[in-house]
């Protein structure tokens, strides 16, 4: 008799918590968001043309010796998958971390301690900055790439570079593709 | 540099701790006029729609329970819920706004976030983007995240009913708590919530996957979805369940460190909230301020140890030629040897090691389980942190409303001991506690050490449990003992490089998530209805005062006994070991 008096209330609440929070909570969210923040509702996607050719919040894969290079990236198949985020998960003292560090060391071809940001694969595979240091160590390698002064690679950087939130909150970082995008020549 | 620790880190923790109170405060009252059926500036708007379900449900709001009629109103309903989400997940192919065509979830992977998000534990077995479709998002996952949290907060209101109540059988009605707590708490707080960090960057949209042909000429699949309407709830209801995989550390979660305040407030704002909630409806202010005294006194010295050890480092790193040595720039200064050394294994830049220390300890003081950075990759006593906090049960700050019964359990065990040690009969806030109310505490208190110790013994002795192990050595064991501990204590955060979407996690984590939530629940309700008919007993000479500073340390103490002497032996095997051989270099 409990039960059945309670059965009504229980899936009559249901549904409406469902119409509720899981219908126009979500809609209501969508429109005031997409209303006054558009771009940002929508991805922050940068176009070229018509083209969609990335995210300002989206970290990118970059080998060649005249692009800025971000953080490792763990994701699977290939690294900076943005449809499967993934960190590493890699333990203190799993071989395999040292291993991907060394490798990454190796690939930099710089001599001396390199900033441990640039070594280490991001939580979510996808992380758009580096930290100041990290950006500096590569502005030899991408001048000499691109057959420009090392001043001009650090105005890119520079461009791109945010400090701390309100002085205080966070860490000062390096938008990667932001100064790619810049020393591309496709932002000014 | 004081303890290891920058001066930049000390502001960010003590911003971050005032933030939390001067909200905090507010809330608190706000929630005890909503509990209390007072008039709040929200009734203009939400009292019609409360009579409204009322009236659909069929309830009426003015008829009060006992504590068995109020505990089946609870299983009642999070069985509807969880009818409901297994049918949405197990169906999701054949659903609408599926624009990636997501497959329905396999039966034992439904059943796991089914039991995951009704037990407000949000372990995510599943990988959000390539999972999940927007509508098992929004209208399955979403809707839990709040209704869950709701159930707790509910539960919360009638045990301070039981201790304030006289000689009564009767702890409130169930329907008006549940729609109260949504309607006027949840829902408002996650509007603003998500509207604040859809100004940050966080995305919310019902477009179908973009793809982007990057600067190198390859194509980049971008998940996107309906994010910050989600976040917004899995933050505020102590829930943590990611949309994506990654959880709070994606970019699209949690794009700046602006976001990552709001979030780390939203994780324990609500429960700290419930303190002065608390305060106010037993009409003693003092009572609510020890006991968030007490949670305040455990979270800051773990979030510093964490913080502490992290930015330590690695040194298996530094021997293979990392610099990790912290750079500090003043104010929003980034000079180009700025960095945020430390182990950055598995954090993201923007947040660097204090960001992610501190979001570490309070996801698993309060049972939120999201992450903002990979607590496998930890340093083994920076992973210590965020799994001890677990293991008190909790009761730090802890979930919404589930927090705060489980800590005033814990006050009553305390009243026992400290009414033992002096031989008098124990008191709290005039109510005698008699064996019944100790069995009952007892039970809440020990029920998941058992689970948590039981259910990894059986994972790390069986083929099947230790085929899911990342890591090798003690991490390996770490990482299953971090999962039954999550799962017991409902929590949801893990050491992710466990392969858990495995038949056997699946089934033995949702068992434990499933017991350790109403193996708390119902012997909280026990209690309620059995103080409830007691008579209230007046101040005496002989009465322990429990708003005292001195009472906050004997709290403080039989908390951390309880933890530490329970888990000692299991922690030596993971973590401890973990750290002794990373220095042995």
């Known amino acids: ?188 | 540099m004081w303890l290891g620790i920058t001066a930049s880190a000390w502001v960010q923790l003590a911003l971050y701790m005032c933030v939390l109170t001067a909200l905090a405060v507010p809330l608190g009252g706000y929630m005890a006029r909503v509990f209390s059926g007072e008039r709040t500036v929200l009734t203009a708007i939400f009292g019609p729609v409360e009579r409204l379900i009322h009236r659909l449900c069929g309830v009426n709001s003015v008829e009060e329970m006992t504590w068995k009629t109020y505990a089946v109103a609870v299983i009642l309903f999070s069985l509807t819920g969880f009818v409901l989400l297994f049918g949405l997940l197990v169906g999701q192919g054949v659903l609408p706004l599926n624009p990636q065509h997501l497959p329905g979830l396999t039966p034992d992977l439904a059943f796991n976030t089914a039991v995951s998000f009704i037990t407000n534990t949000n372990w995510q077995s599943y990988g959000g983007e390539t999972t999940l479709s927007y509508f098992s998002q929004m209208v399955g996952l979403t809707v839990q995240n709040f209704v869950s949290a709701a159930v707790g907060m509910a539960v919360l209101v009638a045990l301070i009913r039981g201790l304030t109540r006289h000689s009564t059988d009767r702890l409130g009605n169930f329907w008006t708590d549940l729609v109260r707590a949504n309607l006027y708490i949840l829902l408002p707080l996650s509007l603003i919530v998500a509207v604040a960090l859809g100004g940050l960057g966080v995305i919310q949209t019902f477009d179908s996957y973009a793809t982007a042909r990057t600067l190198e000429g390859r194509d980049q699949v971008i998940a996107l979805g309906p994010v910050a309407s989600q976040e917004a709830i899995k933050m505020l209801g102590t829930n943590g369940g990611g949309f994506f995989n990654t959880n709070s550390a994606h970019p699209f979660e949690n794009p700046t460190p602006f976001s990552n305040l709001i979030e780390m407030v939203s994780i324990l704002l609500i429960p700290a909230a419930l303190c002065f909630t608390f305060g106010k409806m037993v009409g003693d202010r003092r009572q609510g301020v020890a006991i968030f005294a007490a949670m305040t006194l455990v979270f800051v010295p773990f979030a510093a140890a964490a913080i502490g050890f992290e930015q330590a480092g690695n040194p298996h790193l530094v021997a293979a030629g990392a610099d990790p040595t912290t750079a500090q720039a003043g104010g929003n200064m980034a000079p180009a040897t700025a960095q945020a050394g430390g182990n950055m294994e598995g954090k993201e830049t923007r947040f660097g090691i204090v960001n992610s220390a501190i979001w570490a300890a309070a996801t698993t003081a309060a049972s939120n389980g999201s992450v903002n950075a990979m607590h496998d990759s930890f340093t083994p006593l920076g992973g210590l942190v965020p799994m001890l906090l677990m293991k008190f049960g909790e009761v730090i700050y802890g979930g919404a409303g589930s927090g705060l019964y489980g800590m005033l359990v814990f006050v009553i065990l305390t009243v026992f001991i400290a009414g033992l040690m002096v031989g008098r009969t124990p008191e709290y806030l005039g109510k005698k506690i008699g064996g019944y109310e100790i069995k009952m505490a007892s039970i809440a208190v020990l029920l998941p050490c058992a689970l948590v110790l039981g259910a990894t013994a059986l994972a790390v002795v069986t083929p099947l449990g230790k085929a899911g192990i990342f890591n090798p050595g003690a991490q390996g064991f770490s990482e299953v003992l971090y999962a039954f501990t999550s799962a017991a204590n409902n929590n949801g955060s893990a050491f992710a490089g466990l392969s858990a979407n495995t038949p056997f996690y699946n089934t033995l984590l949702a068992l434990c998530m499933l017991f350790g939530r109403f193996f708390v629940l119902l012997p909280v309700l026990a209690i309620a209805g059995s103080l409830a008919a007691k008579k209230a007993v007046p101040v005496s000479a002989g009465t322990l005062p429990t708003h005292t500073p001195l009472f906050v340390a004997i709290l403080i103490g039989v908390i951390l006994l309880i933890g530490v002497l329970t888990y000692a032996p299991a922690l030596a095997l993971g973590p401890v070991i973990e750290h002794l051989n990373m220095i042995k270099g």
């Not at chain 1, 461009?159 to 701390?164: C, N, Q």
């Open chain 1, 1 to 188: 008799m409990l039960l059945i008096t309670h059965l009504r209330p229980a899936l009559v609440s249901m549904g409406l918590f469902t119409l509720l929070c899981g219908g126009l909570y979500p809609l209501a969210t969508t429109g005031i968001v997409q209303g006054l923040f558009a771009d940002k509702a929508k991805g922050s996607l940068i176009r070229d043309g018509q083209t969609v050719i990335g995210s300002r919040l989206i970290g990118q894969n970059f080998t060649q010796p005249g692009y800025l290079w971000g953080r490792l990236s763990a994701t699977g198949p290939a690294p900076y998958n943005a449809g499967a985020s993934s960190g590493s998960n890699y333990g203190v003292n799993n071989p395999a971390l040292v291993t991907a560090a060394q490798g990454r060391i190796e690939a930099l071809g710089v001599t001396g301690p390199v900033p441990v940001d640039l070594i280490t694969a991001s939580g979510s595979g996808l992380d758009p900055h580096i930290s100041p240091a990290a950006a500096e160590i590569q502005v030899p390698r991408i001048a000499s790439a691109r057959g420009v002064t090392p001043e001009q690679v650090r105005a890119a950087i520079h461009a791109a570079t945010e400090g701390r939130s309100f002085g205080i909150l966070g860490e000062p970082r390096v938008n990667v593709l932001e100064v790619n995008l810049r020393l591309d020549g496709k932002i000014k």
